[in-house]
T-cell receptor, first 112, second 113 residues
Framework: DQQVKQNSPSLSVQEGRISILNCDYTNSMFDYFLWYKKYPAEGPTFLISISSIKDKNEDGRFTVFLNKSAKHLSLHIVPSQPGDSAVYFCAASLNRDDKIIFGKGTRLHILP | DTEVTQTPKHLVMGMTNKKSLKCEQHMGHRAMYWYKQKAKKPPELMFVYSYEKLSINESVPSRFSPECPNSSLLNLHLHALQPEDSALYLC????????????FGSGTQLSVL
C-alpha cells in the first residue's frame, strides 16, 4: 500500500512559468515532508522540507505548501528554468520510525 | 566537504561473484543508509546504520551484507546475486536521523549477468 503518492508521472511546463508538483499521503502521523530532485545517473538531492506544524516553507524559487486536512502537499517552482528538468520525489517521515518513504516521482520537463 | 562518495560507479558481476560497494562521507553524519532503486521507481530502503550499529534491515536477502567499519564508511558486500538484483544502489547519510535531510551519493549501477 502506497503511503506517499505522486499521481502525475510527468509534467511539462513552459520556461518562466510556474511548475506545481503534487503529492498525497495516507498516514496522518507523518511529521516531516521533504522534496528531492534527481537527475539521471545521479543520486537524489534534497530540495526543501516542511514540518507538519507548518503550512508553508519557502526557499528562493521553491515553495512547499502543506494541507494536513487534505493530506496533500505541493511544490511550487517559480519561475521554472531549464535546469529544473528532473525527476522530483516527494517523501515523508515518521520521526519515531527513522525512515523516509518516497513517492514514485514526477518527471518535470521545462520547455523552451 | 558535503559529499557522499560511492565506488565503483558501475559494476557488472556474474551470479557466482563476490563484490563490495563502498560509501564514504566526512560530514560527521552519524546515520548511513543503503537504498536500492530500479528504473522509474522510488528509492527503496535496505539498511540503516545509526552510530555504526545496524538499526534497520528491511528484510533484505542475506546475499546482501552491510558493514559499517567506522562512522565515515559503509560497505555493501554482494554474493550470489540474481539478475533481478540489477539496480542503482544508493548510499546516503544524515546528521542523526532519516527524518532530517539525506545526502545521497551518485550511486553504483549494478548489472548482474
Amino acid at each position: 500500500d502506497q503511503q506517499v503518492k505522486q499521481n502525475s508521472p510527468s509534467l511539462s511546463v513552459q520556461e518562466g512559468r510556474i511548475s506545481i508538483l503534487n503529492c498525497d499521503y495516507t498516514n496522518s502521523m507523518f511529521d516531516y515532508f521533504l522534496w528531492y530532485k534527481k537527475y539521471p545517473a545521479e543520486g537524489p538531492t534534497f530540495l526543501i522540507s516542511i514540518s507538519s506544524i507548518k503550512d508553508k516553507n519557502e526557499d528562493g524559487r521553491f515553495t512547499v505548501f502543506l494541507n494536513k486536512s487534505a493530506k496533500h502537499l505541493s511544490l511550487h517552482i517559480v519561475p521554472s528554468q531549464p535546469g529544473d528538468s528532473a525527476v522530483y520525489f516527494c517523501a515523508a517521515s515518521l520521526n519515531r520510525d527513522d525512515k523516509i518513504i518516497f513517492g514514485k516521482g514526477t518527471r518535470l520537463h521545462i520547455l523552451p | 566537504d558535503t559529499e557522499v562518495t560511492q565506488t565503483p560507479k558501475h559494476l557488472v558481476m556474474g551470479m557466482t561473484n563476490k563484490k563490495s560497494l563502498k560509501c564514504e562521507q566526512h560530514m560527521g553524519h552519524r546515520a548511513m543508509y543503503w537504498y536500492k532503486q530500479k528504473a522509474k521507481k522510488p528509492p527503496e530502503l535496505m539498511f540503516v546504520y545509526s552510530y555504526e550499529k545496524l538499526s534497520i534491515n528491511e528484510s533484505v536477502p542475506s546475499r546482501f551484507s552491510p558493514e559499517c567499519p567506522n562512522s565515515s564508511l559503509l560497505n555493501l558486500h554482494l554474493h550470489a546475486l540474481q539478475p533481478e538484483d540489477s539496480a542503482l544502489y544508493l548510499c546516503a547519510s544524515s546528521l542523526y536521523r532519516a527524518s532530517e535531510k539525506l545526502f545521497f551519493g551518485s550511486g553504483t549501477q549494478l548489472s548482474v549477468l
